[in-house]
């Protein structure tokens, strides 16, 4: 049985008055979108901002209802079973919502009580350890930063030791320290069984920590794969260097340009020498020049780019 089981989830979000006027239909956030996570996995759902990562969620969280489709996990219906799904999930939401009113400690006792689960000192007690809140344990929310503050909301997600945790752009503002204290702890909870569901626009870390990935562009989805599959597919190589020039066209169709730093994809030697040929031919004066293999940047960006038929994911 999948851990988490999406079946032709569609979901509309009703026009505002404005747009009805306007002959508006509503917006398509997810268009008919399957896919399974299987127990174990560390998965990661990827795409840009507005792709309906935070509406699959959402749905999946049971805060709001498909247009069309159902959702399971564990086996449950997230409608028609919502408690006993909703047991197996610990979810950290995108947005930072909290009670003010309490400290650190309380807000994971009154969590812990939704859950009905009565003395769980011992294991708030490691999450404030693992997640490095132990000294903030009697702060008034209201007195956290924003990074801890999101500590907090990864507490309070796993406080009933869910099997399955879901992670909405947990590292979206933290700092260093605390994406690495996340990961490891997040980690080793999956290396113990936990099935882990991830978003992330930070794609090193779904390189790093994902065996599996889905991508979703405009509420379709576009790529599931193994990690190290959609790696490979990508031109193997990169070329990387910095220019004050302007790239000819058929270049700049294909760079990753941030500031004077320009990337472009390469096959192999001999298209290096093209892309280094077309260079000198447009008068492009370039430095620093140097060869990196490819990552799930380049292949996210390529896949972004393209013009994708949405996958039929055999079920
Ligand atoms: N409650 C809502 N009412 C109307 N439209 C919504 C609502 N929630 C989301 N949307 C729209 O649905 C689309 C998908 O949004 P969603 O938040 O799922 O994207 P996302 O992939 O999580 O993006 P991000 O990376 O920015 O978090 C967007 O166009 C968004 O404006
Ligand atoms: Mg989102």
Redesign the pocket.
Known sequence: MPAISFQSVSKT?ASSRQQKTQGGNG?R?LDDVSFDIEEGEFFGLL??????????ISILAGLSRPTAGRVNVRGYDVHTHYAQARRQLGIVP?ELVFDPFFNVRETLRIQSGYFGIANNEAWIDELLQSLGLADKATANLRQLSGGMKRRVLVAQALVHKPPVIVL??PTAGVDVELRQTLWQFVARLNKQGSTVLL?T?YLEEAEALCNRIAM?KK?QLIALNRTSELLKSAASNVLRFKTDGNLPWALAQHARITGRIVQLPARDAGEVEQLLASLREAGVAIEDVEMRKADLEDVFIDLMAGEQTPLEVAR
């Open positions: 979000y917006l956030a795409g840009p901002n507005g792709a309906g990562k935070t509406s699959l995108q909405d752009e978003t626009h979703l509420g």
